[in-house]
């Protein structure tokens, strides 16, 4: 090959990586619009805080259904189609987010912006399939990162946007890299190796998203169990019955949605489950500073600091996520990846023990929201690895998918159990009509996100016994082939 071919490759090689990282970033940005606007959509489209605060919940419900759905979809030959659809459908929905609508139209448009949360395991794929040698696990390691702590961006830039020029201005900002999003993948994403198969389960599809929608709905809305508590109930038991029978139906079904058979791995179940866990603190911390810090003074704690400073406090988060998130993968070739799993785990814990026990000082804050981004960047490039070490280079997005839609729930699960009990500390009907919680409060969260992290560091200790990827070294499991057409338990195909 001549040096100007090689040149060549090295530019296709860098505009993919740099492509994939701007993606994964959309990603966690247009997913972070709802929450610092919930007050500013109340006020604009003059609807109730519960309302706008559904400009959050329908977006982490629209990404949950969708996640699963394209990390099937994103593991066949249609890749790139599916990457390419999935992105319009997007701009679709940020355009919709702009327009001088109703507000019902603004539901749908942050609807379809949740379809970007089902994205980034598909840019591991491409990465993992793309992407030469070690270099592809560094890669898939940042992009975990920057699907979460890219949320520290979007904070501060939609606080300025809307103090600039409203609501519909932050939204603005959605759109524009939503597009700006479509022509790099458009151009840069390359075609799936050949010979993958690219069939939907659609009843296991159906089952899943049902599943979770029924699932999330009642853990999202907290208030929904002091208004309508049998709904809620009945709703979780709606859940249990659908993931139920999803499961049942995988295991029979030609071409399951998801492998269960690997998701049974110890590696792969352990991680889940720490990821499950993890979620919860990490969101729950970063729920109670960014209420915290603009709480108003006069409540005898907080700093009454605006939607724009309060997102600033997320700047740490954010630098500091992506710096641990570029350490994580040096170490992988000397440290097993579940210390360093475990690493992130405890400096996320070590975080919530300080903020519930020194927060009186607005810079304390800044520090707890560093040291939760060098956290959460640690363990979040670290948990691809410990999945991905016995995953199929075929079931890459697949695998990672169920790995996003764990995490999802326990970010929702974080974050309605951080209000949930702010709620609980907030008098009712008092004489002074106190809207506020009390600070006592703000530290039950804390002590609660601490157990929560205590539980994921118990999980990655047996992960680390039992899990083999500890040693950075495991052994593969491969996927079974897809069943015949006719397959059908007990005839004897195989």
Same mark, same amino acid.
Not at 250 to 261: I, K, M, N, V, Y
């Given at each position: 090959?001549?040096?100007?071919?090689?040149?060549?490759?090295?530019?296709?090689?860098?505009?993919?990586?740099?492509?994939?990282?701007?993606?994964?970033?959309?990603?966690?940005?247009?997913?972070?619009?709802?929450?610092?606007?919930?007050?500013?959509?109340?006020?604009?489209?003059?609807?109730?805080?519960?309302?706008?605060?559904?400009?959050?919940?329908?977006?982490?419900?629209?990404?949950?259904?969708?996640?699963?759905?394209?990390?099937?979809?994103?593991?066949?030959?249609?890749?790139?189609?599916?990457?390419?659809?999935?992105?319009?459908?997007?701009?679709?929905?940020? +355009? %919709?987010? #702009? &327009?001088?609508?109703?507000?019902? $139209?603004?539901?749908?448009?942050? !609807? /379809?912006?949740? @379809?970007? *949360? =089902?994205?980034?395991?598909?840019?591991?794929?491409?990465?993992?399939?793309?992407?030469?040698?070690?270099?592809?696990?560094?890669?898939?390691?940042?992009?975990?990162?920057?699907?979460?702590?890219?949320?520290?961006?979007?904070?501060?830039?939609?606080?300025?946007?809307?103090?600039?020029?409203?609501?519909?201005?932050?939204?603005?900002?959605?759109?524009?890299?939503?597009?700006?999003?479509?022509?790099?993948?458009?151009?840069?994403?390359?075609?799936?190796?050949?010979?993958?198969?690219?069939?939907?389960?659609?009843?296991?599809?159906?089952?899943?998203?049902?599943?979770?929608?029924?699932?999330?709905?009642?853990?999202?809305?907290?208030?929904?169990?002091?208004?309508?508590?049998?709904?809620?109930?009945?709703?979780?038991? +709606? %859940?249990? #019955? &659908?993931?139920?029978?999803?499961? $049942?139906?995988?295991?029979?079904? !030609? /071409?399951?949605? @998801?492998? *269960? =058979?690997?998701?049974?791995?110890?590696?792969?179940?352990?991680?889940?489950?720490?990821?499950?866990?993890?979620?919860?603190?990490?969101?729950?911390?970063?729920?109670?500073?960014?209420?915290?810090?603009?709480?108003?003074?006069?409540?005898?704690?907080?700093?009454?600091?605006?939607?724009?400073?309060?997102?600033?406090?997320?700047?740490?988060?954010?630098?500091?996520?992506?710096?641990?998130?570029?350490?994580?993968?040096?170490?992988?070739?000397?440290?097993?990846?579940?210390?360093?799993?475990?690493?992130?785990?405890?400096?996320?814990?070590?975080?919530?023990?300080?903020?519930?026990?020194?927060?009186?000082?607005?810079?304390?804050?800044?520090?707890?929201?560093?040291?939760?981004?060098?956290?959460?960047?640690?363990?979040?490039? %670290?948990?691809?690895?410990?999945?991905?070490?016995?995953?199929?280079?075929?079931?890459?997005?697949?695998?990672?998918?169920?790995?996003?839609?764990?995490?999802?729930?326990?970010?929702?699960?974080?974050?309605?159990?951080?209000?949930?009990?702010?709620?609980?500390?907030?008098?009712?009907?008092?004489?002074?009509?106190?809207?506020?919680?009390?600070?006592?409060?703000?530290?039950?969260?804390?002590?609660?996100?601490?157990?929560?992290?205590?539980?994921?560091?118990?999980?990655?200790?047996?992960?680390?016994?039992?899990?083999?990827?500890?040693?950075?070294?495991?052994?593969?499991?491969?996927?079974?082939?897809?069943?015949?057409?006719?397959?059908?338990?007990?005839?004897?195909?195989?």
């Amino acid at each position: 090959m001549t040096a100007s071919r090689v040149a060549e490759a090295r530019g296709t090689q860098r505009f993919l990586v740099t492509s994939l990282m701007f993606i994964a970033l959309v990603v966690a940005v247009v997913g972070s619009l709802g929450a610092p606007l919930i007050t500013s959509v109340s006020a604009g489209y003059r609807v109730p805080l519960s309302s706008a605060q559904w400009t959050l919940t329908i977006t982490l419900l629209a990404g949950a259904i969708a996640t699963p759905v394209l990390g099937r979809l994103g593991s066949g030959r249609r890749r790139r189609a599916v990457i390419r659809w999935a992105l319009a459908v997007i701009v679709a929905g940020s +355009v %919709a987010t #702009v &327009l001088p609508l109703p507000f019902g $139209w603004l539901l749908a448009g942050r !609807a /379809a912006q949740g @379809t970007a *949360l =089902g994205l980034t395991a598909l840019m591991m794929g491409v990465a993992r399939d793309h992407v030469p040698g070690e270099k592809s696990g560094s890669v898939i390691a940042m992009l975990s990162v920057a699907s979460t702590v890219g949320i520290g961006l979007g904070y501060p830039l939609a606080g300025l946007l809307t103090d600039a020029g409203g609501v519909r201005a932050a939204y603005g900002l959605g759109l524009f890299i939503t597009v700006l999003a479509l022509l790099a993948a458009w151009r840069a994403i390359p075609p799936s190796p050949p010979g993958r198969p690219g069939d939907l389960d659609v009843p296991g599809a159906v089952l899943l998203g049902g599943g979770l929608l029924a699932l999330l709905i009642p853990v999202s809305q907290s208030g929904l169990w002091t208004s309508a508590p049998q709904a809620a109930a009945l709703l979780l038991a +709606v %859940a249990a #019955v &659908l993931l139920a029978g999803w499961a $049942w139906w995988e295991h029979r079904a !030609a /071409a399951p949605l @998801t492998d *269960l =058979g690997l998701l049974r791995h110890p590696a792969v179940a352990g991680a889940n489950l720490a990821m499950f866990a993890g979620g919860i603190g990490m969101y729950l911390l970063l729920t109670l500073v960014t209420r915290y810090v603009q709480t108003p003074a006069g409540t005898g704690y907080g700093f009454g600091f605006s939607v724009f400073v309060a997102g600033l406090v997320l700047v740490p988060f954010s630098v500091l996520g992506f710096v641990g998130g570029r350490v994580a993968p040096a170490l992988r070739s000397r440290v097993p990846l579940t210390v360093i799993l475990a690493v992130g785990a405890a400096v996320v814990l070590a975080a919530l023990l300080a903020f519930a026990l020194a927060r009186s000082r607005a810079w304390e804050s800044f520090v707890v929201m560093g040291a939760l981004g060098l956290g959460v960047g640690t363990f979040s490039a %670290a948990m691809p690895g410990v999945i991905l070490a016995v995953t199929p280079a075929g079931e890459t997005s697949s695998a990672m998918s169920f790995n996003q839609v764990v995490r999802s729930v326990g970010f929702s699960i974080g974050s309605a159990l951080s209000g949930f009990i702010l709620s609980a500390y907030t008098p009712h009907g008092s004489a002074g009509g106190r809207a506020f919680p009390a600070a006592g409060g703000y530290g039950a969260a804390a002590w609660a996100g601490a157990a929560a992290m205590a539980v994921t560091l118990a999980v990655i200790a047996g992960l680390a016994v039992t899990g083999r990827p500890g040693t950075g070294r495991p052994e593969k499991i491969e996927r079974k082939p897809d069943r015949p057409a006719g397959y059908a338990p007990g005839t004897g195909h195989s």
